[in-house]
């Protein structure tokens, strides 16, 4: 089991970039497979990217690529999002997740993790 707390969401400017936190506690981060997931008003929860235990492999939406990066710190038991380049659409609530399924099978998928913080909100402003 994994408890979950994001932190650095905030008010940004189109363009601009901010760094979301998540922090762990648990015997098991350090072998979890972790992501990302957001939600906008009105829309479903969706994937944002994703990192193995070990973050020598990540997953990143299309949406996404190129602009966010995803790690983490097993030491630390943090995983990071580093988001630059935003844009109005990136609006949402961000969701750190957890999985037991150490392995990439369905990492876009919610049903994949069983572990969820309670989210951080992101606004980007036009």
């Known amino acids: 089991q994994v408890q979950l707390i994001e932190s650095g969401g905030g008010l940004v400017q189109a363009g601009g970039s901010l760094r979301l936190s998540c922090a762990a506690s648990?015997?098991?981060?350090?072998?979890?497979?972790m992501g990302w997931f957001r939600q906008a008003p009105g829309n479903e929860r969706e994937f944002v990217s994703a990192i193995t235990w070990s973050g020598r492999t990540t997953y990143y939406a299309d949406s996404v690529k190129g602009r966010f990066t995803i790690s983490r710190d097993n030491a630390k038991n943090m995983m990071y999002l580093q988001m630059n380049s935003l844009k109005p659409e990136d609006t949402a609530v961000y969701y750190c997740?957890?999985?037991?399924?150490?392995?990439?099978?369905?990492?876009?998928?919610?049903?994949?993790?069983?572990?969820w913080g309670q989210g951080t909100q992101v606004t980007v402003s036009s």
């Open positions: 997740a957890a999985s037991p399924i150490n392995d990439g099978r369905n990492y876009f998928s919610a049903g994949k993790y069983d572990n």
């Open positions: 648990g015997r098991t981060f350090s072998t979890a497979f």
